[in-house]
């Protein structure tokens, strides 16, 4: 019976999942949209990493659900976000990024 070590992050991921704090906290967050897509379809390997893309992925379509829905005449997603949640946006990026960096050692 051989054991196999579960898949490692993909450098690709890791990049993708440091570049949406990068990108809300720069005023880019509809931007994000795709370094998202990328974690969530490079998680797919990994059940412990799903959660986690799942949840920076809920917070991402919440933001931009509010947004679309909202009666605000905000022009971007950046503009509309408070700074609050500017920063627990940005804050659930370093997070899922911090734990799949921790993961793919």
């Known amino acids: 019976m051989t054991v196999t070590a579960p898949p490692r992050t993909s450098k690709a991921v890791l990049v993708a999942a440091w570049s949406v704090p990068v990108l809300v906290a720069g005023q880019f967050a ?3 949209g795709v370094p998202i897509a990328v974690v ?3 998680s797919l390997r990994r059940r412990a990493n799903r959660r986690w893309a799942a949840a920076l992925a809920a ?3 919440t933001a931009l659900t509010a947004w679309l ?3 605000g005449s905000a022009p971007s997603l950046s503009k509309f976000l408070s700074p609050v949640a500017t920063a627990l946006f940005t804050a ?4 899922v ?3 799949l960096s921790r993961r793919a050692r």
Not at 92 to 95: E, L
């Open 69 to 71: 829905a909202g009666p």
């Open 59 to 61: 917070v991402y379509a």
């Open 92 to 95: 659930a990026g370093v997070v």
């Open 40 to 42: 969530l379809i490079g």
């Open 97 to 99: 990024a911090a734990a």
């Open 30 to 32: 509809l931007l994000s």
